[in-house]
């Protein structure tokens, strides 16, 4: 077996076209979202990924930061700032993009999807009574509780 380390042979791709995601609303800032890498064949550091990058299109407001740490194999976006979430179907629609540093490139979508309130139950349930009594029927037994 032969293995030429000098040639760029392949991009790196990514394994799915679109990556969804759901957060709470309330996370905090410092959360970290672990995002699915791309996999690149080259064997040789010269060829394999050099970056990552995003292309948040017409985003005004974009509460993450992107990091990679090649060394220890993470990619994750970082919160920054508060989620808004201004009305019901929020969300953050961007590109991630991938690139071997001989213009080789792929591209994914993420799709982040903001939840309202998914920690915190504002509304607990109430109740009519302060007690209830009922029975369990058993084969052999009543039992009240």
């Known amino acids: 077996k032969i293995n030429n380390e000098n040639i760029n042979a392949n991009k790196p791709k990514f394994k799915k076209e679109l990556y969804s995601y759901e957060l709470d609303e309330n996370l905090l800032i410092g959360f970290r979202l672990q995002l699915e890498q791309a996999e690149d064949k ?3 550091e010269k060829n394999s990924i050099k970056n990552y990058y995003l292309n948040l299109f017409n985003l005004t407001y974009f509460p993450f930061k992107l990091n990679y740490d090649k060394k220890n194999h993470l990619l994750e976006l970082i919160l920054i700032k508060n989620l808004e979430k201004k009305n019901k179907n929020e969300k953050y629609v961007f590109q991630l993009i991938v690139n071997d540093g001989e213009n080789e490139e792929d ?4 799709e982040i999807n903001i939840l309202e309130n998914q920690q915190y139950n504002n509304l607990p349930p109430k109740f ?3 007690l209830y009594k009922f029975f369990i029927f058993n084969l052999n037994e009543t ?3």
């Open 42 to 44: 080259d064997l040789s």
């Open 128 to 130: 009519d009574l302060n």
């Open 143 to 145: 039992f009240i509780v």
């Open 107 to 110: 591209k994914c979508l993420i």
